[in-house]
Nanobody, 124 residues
Framework: QVQLVESGGGLVQTGGSLRLSCAAS????????MGWFRQAPGKEREFVAAITWLGDFTYYADSVKGRFTISRDNAKNTVYLQMNSLKPEDTAVYSC?????????????????WGQGTQVTVSA
């Protein structure tokens, strides 16, 4: 089992940047493919970005391509989400997740473990 703890959320103005971190503990971090999802009030949880265990493949939702970057540091057991050019519609609780199988990483069902989430609020 792996435990995931997100940090780095907060309040930022439109056009600003934030970097989210997700620290993992428990089983070997680099056995897992990692993803970020978000959920806004009254909306379904949606895929944001994913990265394979080696970091050789990344995937992004169309809504964040060119603005967000996912990366990982296996030596630090941490995955990051750099968010630039933030928009009010990016406001949501962002959660990281870990998957043991590299398949359908854009789907929440592919992930075995989830963090509690961190709030990101983008003011207009």
């Amino acid at each position: 089992q792996v435990q995931l703890v997100e940090s780095g959320g907060g309040l930022v103005q439109t056009g600003g940047s934030l970097r989210l971190s997700c620290a993992a503990s428990g089983r070997t971090f680099n056995n897992y493919h990692m993803g970020w999802f978000r959920q806004a009030p009254g909306k379904e949880r949606e895929f944001v970005a994913a990265i394979t265990w080696l970091g050789d493949f990344t995937y992004y939702a169309d809504s964040v391509k060119g603005r967000f970057t996912i990366s990982r540091d296996n030596a630090k057991n941490t995955v990051y989400l750099q968010m630039n050019s933030l928009k009010p519609e990016d406001t949501a609780v962002y959660s990281c997740a870990a998957a043991t199988v590299q398949a359908n990483l854009v789907l929440a069902a592919a992930y075995n473990y989830w963090g509690q989430g961190t709030q990101v609020t983008v003011s207009a």
